[in-house]
């Protein structure tokens, strides 16, 4: 176990850090905040512009119509996951569009030159392509599970909203057929019930249980 000395030395030394300074370090340090960013670690990158990567996360979690902290947290997720998604296209685009620019076209043949550069950068970056590859499946993955534990968990609280606003409208006609007034909790159950929401409720119930109309005879 660290000793307070060599703690305090620690914190120290790592206030003093200050990052690579070569032109080799930071683009080590670029490298890794790409991978970082396909696998997770890291949503956005220095590269990212954050006003889009906000509009696209605000668009995506709106259209998921997220209400609970736990399903608003994984709309943020899938989300984000949608934003790696859209980088691993980018990575590759990329890759394919450094080979076109290190390679001599040919002005005549633009078909064959452009099979030929795309078969050269799939041999030079096989391995690269493959990861994008993994990466992809392994954020596609995550995004289906989210979304399957989103929707469960939107589907009990519609679920729960609905019995709860059941038992207050079941208690309101109660005290109204006792000539007395009933005032729900601000909260019942948890959710919150306006009272037009809990009048439509009773329409409803009084409507279930009206006598079916009779068939005319032909």
């Known amino acids: 176990m660290s000793t307070p000395k060599q703690i305090a030395a620690n ?3 790592a206030c003093k850090s200050t990052g690579p300074t070569t032109a080799a370090g930071k683009q080590a340090v ?3 905040a790409l991978r970082h960013g396909l696998t997770g670690r890291t949503v956005v990158i220095p590269s990212d512009d954050l006003d889009h990567y906000k509009t696209h996360v605000k668009a995506i979690t709106s259209s998921l119509n997220p209400e609970s902290p736990e399903e608003i947290q994984l709309a943020s997720l899938i989300a984000d996951d949608y934003w790696r998604l859209q980088r691993v296209k980018s990575i590759e685009d990329g ?9 001599e076209t040919l002005a005549n043949q633009p078909q064959a030159n452009a ?12 391995k690269e392509l493959e990861r994008l590859t993994l990466y992809e499946s392994r954020i596609q993955r995550n995004i289906k599970s989210a979304t399957a534990r989103l929707e469960k968990l939107q589907s009990d609280r519609r679920a729960a909203r609905a019995k709860a606003l059941e038992q207050a409208a079941l208690l309101t006609r109660l005290a109204r057929s006792n000539k007395t007034t009933y005032a ?35």
């Open 11 to 13: 914190r120290t030394n």
């Open 115 to 126: 099979t030929l550069n795309a078969a050269k950068a799939y041999l030079d970056h096989s």
């Open 95 to 103: 890759i394919f569009a450094l080979q076109y620019a290190e390679n």
């Open 184 to 218: 729900p909790p601000e909260e019942t159950n948890g959710f919150d019930f306006s009272p037009s929401e809990i009048d439509r409720a009773i329409q409803l119930q009084q409507a279930r249980h009206l006598p079916k109309p009779q068939a005319r005879a032909a």
């Open 30 to 32: 670029s490298v890794n």
